[in-house]
Nanobody
Framework: QVQLVESGGGSVQPGGSLRLSCTASRSIFSVYMTWYRQAPGKERELVAIIDSRGSTNYADSVKGRFTISRDNAKNTVYLQMYSLKPEDTAVYYC???????WGQGTRVTVSS
């Protein structure tokens, strides 16, 4: 089973920025990677996806504010988040391809 470790969350004011990281225990070279988030009382939702060639796609709610990227040499995928809003508050998780093994997540809180 692949292990995933997410980091980089924290508390920021609206309009702030954060960069999340997710490191996998094995190569991500040929794997599509995805960021999800789960807000309190809500279902987990897809935020951004990057395929093995670097093509990306985003949820409408984060387009233009979030950027997903990958560093295959480090087995790491990133989520750069700008112009954060209170509605971005959630625990963020990454996913390794279609693997059902989730990491512990990293919490993002956007509040004034």
């Amino acid at each position: 089973q692949v292990q995933l470790v997410e980091s980089g969350g924290g508390s920021v004011q609206p309009g702030g920025s954060l960069r999340l990281s997710c490191t996998a225990s094995r190569s991500i070279f040929s794997v599509y990677m995805t960021w999800y988030r789960q807000a309190p009382g809500k279902e987990r939702e897809l935020v951004a996806i990057i395929d093995s060639r670097g093509s990306t796609n985003y949820a409408d709610s984060v387009k233009g504010r979030f950027t997903i990227s990958r560093d295959n040499a480090k087995n790491t995928v990133y989520l750069q988040m700008y112009s954060l809003k209170p509605e971005d508050t959630a625990v963020y998780y990454c996913r390794y391809g279609g693997n059902l093994n989730w990491g512990q997540g990293t919490r993002v809180t956007v509040s004034s």
